[in-house]
């Protein structure tokens, strides 16, 4: 059995990060397939992203991947990353393109108007660079990293959630904004903990061994 599936749905930075897991779980079968039947007997299952969202689902369709990225979501530990943490919303203001709606919320473009710094300074989009992450809530996945570590971003979007108590952590850019959410399995973010150096590879290896508790179970 794969230990680790990575999803080859034709976008992201799938070398990256099978490269980063393989580090960090020296000893874990890890794949990077485009085979539903490869992910539904995976114990874990990534999903990474880069790229457009409608250019995304569009290709979880035509791969069949769909199906098993929401099985996957729903029974076993998840990892989103960049689009696979856009992808788990409502919809998207890219493309107007529905989401697989397993979160609820919205992905939203930085509004032009607002990216702006205190002293007039134009920021600018997409959102690209080490930035701050600070945690929200305390997280199996956070373990021996700072509370106010610096991750790597690369996006032009982010998320909107309603679900406040699903908010890992956030970033500033200028404004506040959701970089990590995590609920029940899943564990998703914005930033590319495969290119974050340190911080990224120890939210790497805590996934390797992460063992979420599911709403269904007893205790």
């Keep these: 059995m794969t230990d680790i599936a990575i999803v080859d749905y034709g976008m992201g930075n799938l070398r990256s990060v099978s490269k980063a897991l393989e580090h960090v779980a ?10 539903p039947a490869v992910v539904r007997q995976a114990g874990r299952v990534v999903v990474p ?12 369709e035509i791969r069949g991947l769909r199906d098993v990225v929401l ?7 998840f990892l989103g990353i960049c ?10 203001e890219e493309g107007n393109i529905k989401g697989l709606n397993i979160l609820p919320g919205k992905v939203l473009h930085f509004p032009a108007s607002a990216m702006t710094t205190p002293d007039g300074q134009k920021l600018k989009v997409p959102h690209m660079g080490w930035n701050q992450v600070y945690q929200t809530m305390d997280h199996p996945l956070w373990n021996d990293i700072a509370e106010d570590a610096r991750f790597y971003f690369v996006h032009s979007y982010f998320v909107e959630t309603t679900d406040l ?17 995590a609920k029940d399995n899943i564990f998703a973010v914005q ?29």
């Design 49 to 60: 992203g880069q790229g457009a969202m409608p250019n995304c689902m569009h290709e979880l």
């Design 165 to 181: 108590a699903s908010i890992a952590a956030q970033s500033n850019y200028p404004f506040p904004f959701t970089c990590a959410v």
């Design 26 to 35: 020296p000893t874990a079968s890890i794949v990077v397939t485009s085979d």
């Design 83 to 92: 689009i696979g943490l856009q992808m788990l919303f409502e919809e998207s």
């Design 191 to 219: 930033f590319h903990p495969e290119k974050s150096q340190v911080a990224g590879l120890t939210l790497l290896s805590n996934f390797a061994q992460w063992t979420p508790h599911f709403r269904n179970q007893a205790g």
């Design 71 to 77: 099985e996957a979501a729903a029974s076993k530990p």
